[in-house]
């Protein structure tokens, strides 16, 4: 990655709201290899280059926190060139990317149960994430081996023992216990969504996190995700009037 400059203006793109988390669901990647007749790795090893474009048009933007779901626990059930070769994939963007990521003063992190991860990608993605612990640039989270749902039972099974040893009462559980014990417990929730390759689905992704989160849908596959799509993604964000279940009126308060 070679970020070709710093920072852009982003009200001269006509986006006047920068979300803070932008969240993507990176979708489309066996279809835009089949379209060519080409094996799913190849469109995988092209949506690795739409990683590096999305990140750097995102950091340029000032957008700072970038979530890609990058692999779920479903995925483990695919075939296992498929799997080995993305997780061939991913050492290899973490290996590639690690200079310049720190050098930019971005802070990584995995969320997942990553205890099922080849141990090699595990010493790999420890290692980056305890070095650039202190970076606040930007953060940019993969989501690998990752199942939405996996998650809260992991937060409630840590809420009833937390309960059982006394040191919670049941009737104080609130929101922010919960969110305490998601993986992503230090992070603001994502204010956009992006899903590629025209699916309307949420695929077990962030599902407590998105609760009110813009939802943003492009027919674009993954590995043809450039920087315009992303562009247009924030424009669109900047036009949607976030309520929170409050009235228009109450809002423009
Ligand atoms: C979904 O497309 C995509 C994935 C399961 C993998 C996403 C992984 C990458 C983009 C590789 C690199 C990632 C990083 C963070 C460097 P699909 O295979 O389900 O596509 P399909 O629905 O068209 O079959």
């Not at 995995?110 to 141990?119: E, K």
Request: aromatic share 8%; hydrophobic share 40%.
């Amino acid at each position: 990655m070679s970020f070709d400059s710093d920072r852009t203006d982003p009200k001269e793109l006509g986006i006047t709201k920068v979300p803070r988390h932008v969240a993507v669901i990176m979708d489309g990647n066996g279809r835009w290899a089949r379209q060519r007749g080409w094996i799913r790795l190849r469109g995988h090893r092209e949506g690795a280059k739409a990683v590096k474009r999305t990140l750097e048009e995102s950091y340029r933007l000032g957008v700072e926190y970038l979530t890609l779901f990058a692999f779920s626990t479903q995925n483990w059930d695919r075939p296992s060139t498929e799997v080995e070769g993305l997780m061939g994939l991913l050492l290899e963007y973490l290996h590639s990317e690690r200079r310049e990521l720190l050098r930019r003063g971005i802070r990584f992190r995995a969320i997942g149960d990553l205890s099922r991860l080849p141990q090699n990608l595990q010493n790999e993605i420890a290692a980056l994430s305890e070095m650039s612990k202190d970076n606040d640039e930007m953060h940019l989270v993969v989501a690998l081996s990752y199942g939405a749902r996996d998650e809260i039972v992991r937060a409630t099974r840590a809420l009833a023992a937390a309960a059982v040893a006394g040191e919670i009462k049941p009737e104080d559980i609130g929101e922010a216990d919960v969110s305490a014990r998601l993986y992503t417990a230090d992070m603001p929730d994502p204010d956009l969504l992006i899903r590629t390759s025209g699916e309307l689905r949420v695929s077990n992704f962030m599902l407590w996190q998105l609760a009110y989160a813009e939802l943003f849908v492009t027919d674009v596959f993954w590995p043809d995700f450039a920087k315009d799509n992303l562009i247009e993604a924030l424009q669109a964000y900047s036009k949607r009037e976030r309520r929170f279940g409050l009235t228009g009126a109450q809002v423009k308060k």
